[in-house]
Protein backbone atom coordinates (compact mmCIF):
# COMPACT_ATOMS: atom_id res chain seq x y z
CA UNK A 1 0.00 0.00 0.00
CA UNK A 2 1.16 3.54 -0.87
CA UNK A 3 2.36 5.85 2.10
CA UNK A 4 -0.40 8.43 2.32
CA UNK A 5 1.01 12.07 -0.10
CA UNK A 6 0.73 15.49 1.95
CA UNK A 7 1.05 18.69 1.26
CA UNK A 8 4.33 19.05 3.10
CA UNK A 9 6.12 16.98 5.49
CA UNK A 10 6.57 19.29 8.57
CA UNK A 11 4.09 22.21 9.02
CA UNK A 12 5.39 24.44 11.99
CA UNK A 13 2.69 26.56 13.88
CA UNK A 14 4.80 29.71 15.52
CA UNK A 15 8.01 31.13 13.83
CA UNK A 16 9.98 32.08 17.37
CA UNK A 17 13.22 30.64 18.31
CA UNK A 18 12.45 26.63 18.58
CA UNK A 19 10.18 26.69 15.35
CA UNK A 20 12.28 28.14 12.92
CA UNK A 21 14.97 26.33 14.68
CA UNK A 22 12.99 22.88 13.78
CA UNK A 23 11.69 24.28 10.41
CA UNK A 24 15.13 25.30 9.18
CA UNK A 25 17.27 21.81 10.14
CA UNK A 26 14.78 20.03 8.88
CA UNK A 27 14.44 21.40 5.87
CA UNK A 28 18.40 21.03 5.37
CA UNK A 29 17.43 17.25 6.04
CA UNK A 30 15.58 17.37 2.54
CA UNK A 31 12.19 17.77 4.19
CA UNK A 32 9.38 19.46 2.27
CA UNK A 33 8.80 22.35 5.34
CA UNK A 34 6.14 25.18 5.86
CA UNK A 35 5.50 27.25 8.54
CA UNK A 36 2.73 29.48 9.93
CA UNK A 37 3.13 32.81 11.87
CA UNK A 38 0.10 35.44 13.29
CA UNK A 39 2.33 38.04 14.32
CA UNK A 40 5.90 38.66 13.94
CA UNK A 41 9.19 36.37 12.96
CA UNK A 42 11.66 35.98 15.85
CA UNK A 43 8.82 34.78 19.05
CA UNK A 44 9.16 36.16 22.49
CA UNK A 45 12.88 36.08 22.59
CA UNK A 46 13.56 38.97 19.14
CA UNK A 47 10.54 40.91 19.32
CA UNK A 48 9.64 41.48 22.99
CA UNK A 49 11.74 39.59 25.47
CA UNK A 50 15.13 38.73 25.62
CA UNK A 51 16.76 40.79 22.78
CA UNK A 52 15.16 43.81 23.35
CA UNK A 53 14.96 43.94 26.95
CA UNK A 54 18.79 43.19 27.16
CA UNK A 55 19.02 46.24 25.00
CA UNK A 56 17.54 48.12 27.64
CA UNK A 57 19.54 46.52 30.21
CA UNK A 58 22.96 47.91 28.76
CA UNK A 59 21.53 51.44 28.14
CA UNK A 60 20.22 51.30 31.76
CA UNK A 61 23.61 50.27 33.12
CA UNK A 62 25.59 52.72 31.01
CA UNK A 63 23.46 55.76 32.85
CA UNK A 64 24.78 54.77 35.69
CA UNK A 65 28.26 54.48 34.73
CA UNK A 66 28.13 58.13 33.45
CA UNK A 67 27.31 58.81 36.93
CA UNK A 68 30.58 57.18 37.97
CA UNK A 69 32.22 59.63 34.91
CA UNK A 70 33.72 61.87 37.62
CA UNK A 71 36.09 59.71 39.90
CA UNK A 72 36.95 57.99 36.45
CA UNK A 73 38.77 61.46 35.86
CA UNK A 74 36.19 62.46 32.89
CA UNK A 75 33.67 65.83 32.90
CA UNK A 76 30.52 65.23 31.55
CA UNK A 77 28.05 68.12 31.01
CA UNK A 78 24.56 68.22 29.88
CA UNK A 79 23.69 64.60 30.65
CA UNK A 80 20.48 63.82 28.92
CA UNK A 81 18.17 61.04 28.01
CA UNK A 82 15.99 60.76 25.40
CA UNK A 83 13.52 57.52 25.33
CA UNK A 84 12.31 58.40 22.09
CA UNK A 85 15.72 57.57 21.02
CA UNK A 86 16.48 54.41 22.80
CA UNK A 87 12.87 53.00 22.57
CA UNK A 88 13.16 53.45 18.29
CA UNK A 89 16.72 52.09 17.93
CA UNK A 90 15.77 49.06 19.74
CA UNK A 91 12.51 48.56 17.76
CA UNK A 92 14.56 49.74 14.54
CA UNK A 93 17.00 46.47 15.60
CA UNK A 94 14.13 44.23 16.13
CA UNK A 95 13.21 44.93 12.40
CA UNK A 96 16.42 44.02 11.44
CA UNK A 97 16.51 40.81 13.26
CA UNK A 98 13.34 39.87 12.35
CA UNK A 99 13.84 40.34 8.33
CA UNK A 100 16.78 37.86 9.10
CA UNK A 101 14.41 34.95 11.18
CA UNK A 102 12.53 35.42 7.67
CA UNK A 103 16.14 35.30 5.15
CA UNK A 104 17.11 32.41 7.20
CA UNK A 105 13.57 30.08 6.59
CA UNK A 106 13.56 31.01 2.85
CA UNK A 107 17.13 29.78 2.60
CA UNK A 108 16.27 26.90 4.03
CA UNK A 109 13.56 26.82 1.33
CA UNK A 110 10.77 26.99 4.08
CA UNK A 111 7.27 28.38 2.76
CA UNK A 112 6.52 30.66 5.10
CA UNK A 113 2.26 31.97 5.86
CA UNK A 114 2.10 35.23 7.88
CA UNK A 115 -1.38 34.51 9.42
CA UNK A 116 -2.49 32.00 11.61
CA UNK A 117 -3.09 28.49 12.08
CA UNK A 118 -5.09 26.34 13.68
CA UNK A 119 -4.81 22.36 13.53
CA UNK A 120 -7.83 20.29 12.38
CA UNK A 121 -6.88 16.79 13.14
CA UNK A 122 -3.65 14.53 13.46
CA UNK A 123 -2.21 15.84 9.73
CA UNK A 124 -4.08 18.92 8.70
CA UNK A 125 -4.20 22.82 9.88
CA UNK A 126 -6.46 25.12 8.87
CA UNK A 127 -4.83 28.91 8.07
CA UNK A 128 -6.87 32.06 8.77
CA UNK A 129 -7.64 32.33 4.80
CA UNK A 130 -9.37 29.31 5.40
CA UNK A 131 -6.81 27.34 2.87
CA UNK A 132 -6.73 23.73 4.61
CA UNK A 133 -3.11 21.78 4.08
CA UNK A 134 -1.96 18.53 4.80
CA UNK A 135 1.71 17.40 6.96
CA UNK A 136 2.99 14.21 7.89
CA UNK A 137 4.39 16.18 11.06
CA UNK A 138 3.27 19.37 12.98
CA UNK A 139 5.08 21.25 14.84
CA UNK A 140 3.69 23.53 17.83
CA UNK A 141 5.66 26.06 19.17
CA UNK A 142 3.79 28.68 19.83
CA UNK A 143 5.32 29.82 22.99
CA UNK A 144 3.84 31.46 25.84
CA UNK A 145 2.31 35.13 27.20
CA UNK A 146 1.92 37.00 29.86
CA UNK A 147 -1.13 36.74 32.54
CA UNK A 148 -2.31 39.57 34.30
CA UNK A 149 -4.45 38.20 37.57
CA UNK A 150 -7.91 39.49 38.09
CA UNK A 151 -8.20 43.01 40.07
CA UNK A 152 -10.35 45.80 39.67
CA UNK A 153 -8.56 48.53 36.79
CA UNK A 154 -6.74 45.59 35.09
CA UNK A 155 -7.37 47.09 32.29
CA UNK A 156 -5.38 50.13 32.76
CA UNK A 157 -1.78 47.72 32.84
CA UNK A 158 0.54 46.77 30.50
CA UNK A 159 2.82 43.70 30.01
CA UNK A 160 5.88 42.99 29.06
CA UNK A 161 4.29 43.03 25.51
CA UNK A 162 3.69 46.99 25.78
CA UNK A 163 6.78 48.16 27.67
CA UNK A 164 9.18 48.51 24.84
CA UNK A 165 6.39 50.69 22.62
CA UNK A 166 5.36 53.30 25.46
CA UNK A 167 4.97 56.58 23.84
CA UNK A 168 6.35 58.56 27.13
CA UNK A 169 8.84 57.29 29.53
CA UNK A 170 7.29 56.43 32.67
CA UNK A 171 8.68 58.32 34.92
CA UNK A 172 6.45 56.22 37.96
CA UNK A 173 6.79 53.11 37.24
CA UNK A 174 4.87 50.31 39.54
CA UNK A 175 6.11 46.94 38.47
CA UNK A 176 3.79 43.67 39.85
CA UNK A 177 5.37 40.46 40.66
CA UNK A 178 8.38 38.99 42.10
CA UNK A 179 10.02 36.94 39.03
CA UNK A 180 13.07 37.87 36.82
CA UNK A 181 11.10 39.88 34.30
CA UNK A 182 9.82 41.90 37.07
CA UNK A 183 13.49 42.85 38.80
CA UNK A 184 14.57 43.34 35.59
CA UNK A 185 12.57 45.68 34.15
CA UNK A 186 12.33 47.41 37.77
CA UNK A 187 16.12 47.53 37.82
CA UNK A 188 16.00 49.12 33.91
CA UNK A 189 13.26 52.06 34.63
CA UNK A 190 15.01 52.72 37.72
CA UNK A 191 18.37 52.96 36.65
CA UNK A 192 17.43 55.23 33.39
CA UNK A 193 15.77 57.57 36.04
CA UNK A 194 12.24 56.39 36.76
CA UNK A 195 10.71 56.05 40.54
CA UNK A 196 10.24 52.65 40.63
CA UNK A 197 7.93 50.66 42.80
CA UNK A 198 7.83 46.63 43.12
CA UNK A 199 5.53 44.77 44.43
CA UNK A 200 5.26 41.36 45.37
CA UNK A 201 2.37 38.57 47.29
CA UNK A 202 5.23 36.97 49.25
CA UNK A 203 7.99 38.42 51.46
CA UNK A 204 10.62 36.23 48.87
CA UNK A 205 11.79 37.68 45.31
CA UNK A 206 13.28 35.11 42.65
CA UNK A 207 12.32 32.04 44.82
CA UNK A 208 13.61 29.43 42.59
CA UNK A 209 17.30 30.46 42.83
CA UNK A 210 19.71 30.12 45.74
CA UNK A 211 18.46 32.23 48.63
CA UNK A 212 21.54 32.95 50.17
CA UNK A 213 22.88 35.38 47.22
CA UNK A 214 19.52 36.28 46.18
CA UNK A 215 19.15 38.28 49.26
CA UNK A 216 21.81 40.08 48.98
CA UNK A 217 19.61 41.88 45.81
CA UNK A 218 16.89 43.59 47.73
CA UNK A 219 18.68 45.69 49.82
CA UNK A 220 20.47 46.90 47.00
CA UNK A 221 17.44 47.74 45.26
CA UNK A 222 15.90 49.59 47.96
CA UNK A 223 19.41 51.37 48.59
CA UNK A 224 19.21 52.40 44.32
CA UNK A 225 15.85 53.91 45.08
CA UNK A 226 13.22 51.37 44.23
CA UNK A 227 9.80 50.77 46.68
CA UNK A 228 10.15 46.99 47.87
CA UNK A 229 6.74 46.30 48.45
CA UNK A 230 6.48 42.81 49.50
CA UNK A 231 3.44 40.97 51.00
CA UNK A 232 1.41 42.56 48.84
CA UNK A 233 -1.28 42.56 45.61
CA UNK A 234 -2.92 45.27 43.22
CA UNK A 235 -6.68 45.66 44.93
CA UNK A 236 -7.65 48.63 42.55
CA UNK A 237 -6.20 50.41 39.69
CA UNK A 238 -8.34 53.47 38.55
CA UNK A 239 -7.22 56.20 35.39
CA UNK A 240 -7.18 59.87 35.70
CA UNK A 241 -8.31 62.60 33.83
CA UNK A 242 -4.52 63.25 32.78
CA UNK A 243 -3.47 59.50 32.32
CA UNK A 244 -1.90 58.96 35.42
CA UNK A 245 -2.72 55.83 38.00
CA UNK A 246 -4.43 55.68 41.78
CA UNK A 247 -3.46 52.05 42.82
CA UNK A 248 -4.72 50.95 45.70
CA UNK A 249 -2.64 47.84 47.52
CA UNK A 250 -3.55 45.27 49.49
CA UNK A 251 -1.83 46.46 52.55
CA UNK A 252 -3.27 49.90 52.27
CA UNK A 253 -0.66 51.64 50.55
CA UNK A 254 -1.74 53.93 47.81
CA UNK A 255 0.24 55.78 45.00
CA UNK A 256 -0.30 57.46 42.04
CA UNK A 257 1.86 56.28 38.72
CA UNK A 258 2.13 56.93 34.87
CA UNK A 259 2.36 53.29 34.26
CA UNK A 260 1.01 49.81 35.92
CA UNK A 261 3.59 46.56 34.41
CA UNK A 262 2.03 43.50 35.67
CA UNK A 263 4.55 40.34 35.49
CA UNK A 264 3.15 37.81 37.41
CA UNK A 265 3.88 35.09 34.88
CA UNK A 266 3.28 33.65 31.56
CA UNK A 267 1.21 30.62 30.36
CA UNK A 268 1.45 28.67 27.24
CA UNK A 269 -0.21 30.09 24.14
CA UNK A 270 -2.34 27.33 23.17
CA UNK A 271 -6.06 28.67 23.49
CA UNK A 272 -7.99 27.79 19.85
CA UNK A 273 -5.27 25.94 18.72
CA UNK A 274 -7.89 23.03 17.84
CA UNK A 275 -5.20 20.32 19.65
CA UNK A 276 -8.86 18.55 20.71
CA UNK A 277 -9.34 17.37 17.55
CA UNK A 278 -6.31 15.41 17.40
CA UNK A 279 -6.79 14.38 20.46
CA UNK A 280 -4.26 16.22 22.53
CA UNK A 281 -5.18 16.81 26.19
CA UNK A 282 -3.34 19.87 27.49
CA UNK A 283 -2.01 20.62 30.99
CA UNK A 284 -3.36 21.76 34.06
CA UNK A 285 -1.88 25.10 32.85
CA UNK A 286 -2.68 24.92 29.03
CA UNK A 287 0.67 23.38 28.53
CA UNK A 288 0.93 20.75 25.83
CA UNK A 289 2.25 17.44 27.25
CA UNK A 290 5.43 15.53 25.92
CA UNK A 291 7.48 12.91 26.11
CA UNK A 292 11.90 13.54 26.28
CA UNK A 293 11.51 13.41 22.29
CA UNK A 294 8.89 16.23 22.05
CA UNK A 295 6.03 14.03 21.43
CA UNK A 296 2.76 14.76 22.32
CA UNK A 297 -0.10 11.88 22.91
CA UNK A 298 -0.63 12.28 19.21
CA UNK A 299 1.92 10.17 17.30
CA UNK A 300 2.01 12.78 14.43
CA UNK A 301 2.58 16.14 16.58
CA UNK A 302 5.04 17.66 18.18
CA UNK A 303 5.73 20.62 20.68
CA UNK A 304 8.99 22.35 21.62
CA UNK A 305 9.73 25.76 23.76
CA UNK A 306 7.22 27.96 26.40
CA UNK A 307 4.38 26.50 24.78
CA UNK A 308 5.78 22.69 26.66
CA UNK A 309 6.38 24.83 29.79
CA UNK A 310 9.33 22.48 30.74
CA UNK A 311 12.20 25.18 30.47
CA UNK A 312 10.71 28.88 29.34
CA UNK A 313 14.14 29.46 28.34
CA UNK A 314 15.07 30.63 24.06
CA UNK A 315 18.31 28.24 23.95
CA UNK A 316 16.06 25.29 24.99
CA UNK A 317 13.80 26.05 22.76
CA UNK A 318 16.46 26.03 20.01
CA UNK A 319 18.12 22.80 21.61
CA UNK A 320 14.40 21.21 21.51
CA UNK A 321 13.54 22.27 17.64
CA UNK A 322 16.92 21.18 16.60
CA UNK A 323 16.60 17.61 18.41
CA UNK A 324 13.47 17.16 17.08
CA UNK A 325 14.11 17.79 13.44
CA UNK A 326 17.79 15.75 13.78
CA UNK A 327 14.90 12.67 15.43
CA UNK A 328 12.50 12.88 12.84
CA UNK A 329 14.07 13.91 9.37
CA UNK A 330 17.89 13.73 10.43
CA UNK A 331 17.74 10.16 11.44
CA UNK A 332 19.65 10.79 14.24
CA UNK A 333 17.17 10.45 17.36
CA UNK A 334 18.08 12.05 20.09
CA UNK A 335 16.52 14.46 23.62
CA UNK A 336 17.35 17.24 24.90
CA UNK A 337 19.08 16.70 28.43
CA UNK A 338 16.91 19.56 30.64
CA UNK A 339 19.53 19.05 33.57
CA UNK A 340 22.10 21.41 34.92
CA UNK A 341 20.94 24.54 32.45
CA UNK A 342 22.48 27.71 33.43
CA UNK A 343 20.29 30.83 33.84
CA UNK A 344 20.98 34.21 34.17
CA UNK A 345 18.79 37.08 35.78
CA UNK A 346 19.91 40.87 34.42
CA UNK A 347 19.19 42.44 37.28
CA UNK A 348 21.29 45.19 39.05
CA UNK A 349 23.45 43.75 40.04
CA UNK A 350 22.85 40.79 37.75
CA UNK A 351 22.43 36.98 39.34
CA UNK A 352 23.19 33.70 37.46
CA UNK A 353 23.14 30.29 38.77
CA UNK A 354 23.55 26.46 37.12
CA UNK A 355 22.97 23.40 38.99
CA UNK A 356 21.25 22.97 42.17
CA UNK A 357 20.54 25.52 44.83
CA UNK A 358 22.04 24.74 48.55
CA UNK A 359 18.31 24.08 49.14
CA UNK A 360 17.95 21.67 46.54
CA UNK A 361 21.10 20.00 47.25
CA UNK A 362 20.48 19.24 50.90
CA UNK A 363 17.47 17.24 50.20
CA UNK A 364 19.61 15.26 47.35
CA UNK A 365 22.88 14.59 49.19
CA UNK A 366 24.04 13.78 52.96
CA UNK A 367 27.29 15.38 52.71
CA UNK A 368 27.15 18.79 51.14
CA UNK A 369 29.82 21.15 51.28
CA UNK A 370 29.52 25.51 50.37
CA UNK A 371 32.31 27.77 48.99
CA UNK A 372 31.88 31.32 49.21
CA UNK A 373 34.03 34.48 48.37
CA UNK A 374 31.92 37.90 49.12
CA UNK A 375 33.70 40.94 47.70
CA UNK A 376 33.71 43.91 46.60
CA UNK A 377 34.29 43.90 43.02
CA UNK A 378 37.42 45.96 41.67
CA UNK A 379 34.33 48.72 39.22
CA UNK A 380 32.33 49.30 42.67
CA UNK A 381 35.15 51.29 44.26
CA UNK A 382 34.13 54.12 41.54
CA UNK A 383 30.55 54.27 43.25
CA UNK A 384 29.44 55.63 46.21
CA UNK A 385 27.37 52.38 46.84
CA UNK A 386 28.77 50.10 48.88
CA UNK A 387 27.72 46.88 47.01
CA UNK A 388 29.41 43.83 47.65
CA UNK A 389 29.51 40.73 45.08
CA UNK A 390 28.88 37.08 46.17
CA UNK A 391 29.82 33.80 44.49
CA UNK A 392 28.72 30.29 45.78
CA UNK A 393 30.09 26.91 45.21
CA UNK A 394 27.98 23.66 46.79
CA UNK A 395 29.60 20.66 46.22
CA UNK A 396 28.52 17.24 47.11
CA UNK A 397 30.60 16.64 49.86
CA UNK A 398 31.11 12.52 49.06
CA UNK A 399 32.83 12.89 45.52
CA UNK A 400 33.96 16.18 45.67
CA UNK A 401 32.30 17.20 43.08
CA UNK A 402 30.80 20.70 42.03
CA UNK A 403 27.07 20.48 41.89
CA UNK A 404 25.92 24.09 41.82
CA UNK A 405 27.41 27.40 41.56
CA UNK A 406 25.16 31.06 42.00
CA UNK A 407 26.57 34.78 41.86
CA UNK A 408 25.73 38.24 42.01
CA UNK A 409 27.64 40.69 40.94
CA UNK A 410 28.66 42.21 37.97
CA UNK A 411 28.76 40.56 34.55
CA UNK A 412 27.52 37.60 36.64
CA UNK A 413 25.90 35.75 33.13
CA UNK A 414 29.32 36.56 31.21
CA UNK A 415 31.67 34.32 34.36
CA UNK A 416 28.93 31.77 34.98
CA UNK A 417 29.31 30.45 30.70
CA UNK A 418 32.47 29.06 30.92
CA UNK A 419 32.04 27.79 34.49
CA UNK A 420 28.56 25.59 33.06
CA UNK A 421 30.62 24.11 31.11
CA UNK A 422 32.83 22.80 33.92
CA UNK A 423 29.95 21.59 36.35
CA UNK A 424 28.06 19.93 33.60
CA UNK A 425 31.46 18.17 32.81
CA UNK A 426 31.35 16.72 36.15
CA UNK A 427 34.48 18.57 37.68
CA UNK A 428 34.97 18.49 41.26
CA UNK A 429 36.50 21.59 43.76
CA UNK A 430 39.99 20.06 43.08
CA UNK A 431 39.80 20.68 39.75
CA UNK A 432 38.62 24.36 39.84
CA UNK A 433 41.36 25.04 42.82
CA UNK A 434 43.89 23.72 40.60
CA UNK A 435 43.30 26.09 37.90
CA UNK A 436 45.30 29.68 37.54
CA UNK A 437 43.65 32.69 38.52
CA UNK A 438 42.89 35.20 36.16
CA UNK A 439 44.36 38.52 37.95
CA UNK A 440 42.53 40.49 38.43
CA UNK A 441 39.15 39.94 37.61
CA UNK A 442 35.49 38.69 39.51
CA UNK A 443 36.09 35.69 37.68
CA UNK A 444 39.49 34.58 39.31
CA UNK A 445 36.96 34.04 42.55
CA UNK A 446 35.70 30.90 40.88
CA UNK A 447 39.14 29.08 41.34
CA UNK A 448 39.77 30.70 45.30
CA UNK A 449 36.42 30.04 46.77
CA UNK A 450 37.04 28.98 50.69
Not at 250 to 268: E, F, I, S, W
Request: net charge negative; glycine share 10%.
Amino acid sequence: MAEQEYDFDLFTIGAGSGGVRASRIAGGHGAKVAIAEEHRYGGTCVIRGCVPKKMLVYASIFAEELAHAAHKGWTLADNRFDWAALRDFVNQDVDRLEGLYGNTLGNAGVESFSERAVVTGPHSVRLASGREITAKYILIATGGEPVIPPFEGAEHCITSNEIFYLDQFPKRLMVMGGGYIAVEFAGVFNALGGEVTLINRSETILRTYDQEVVNRLPPIMEARGIDLQMGAQIEHVSKNADGSLDVTLTNGVTKQVDQVLVATGRRANTDGLGLETAGIELGAHGEIPVDAFSKTSCESIYAVGDVTDRVQLTPVAIREGHAFADTIFGDNPRAVDHSCIPTAIFSQPSIASVGLSEEEARKLFADVKIYRSDFRPMKNIFSDRMERGLYKMVVNGADDTVVGLHMIGPESAEVIQAAAVAIKAGLTKADFDATTAIHPTMAEELVLLK
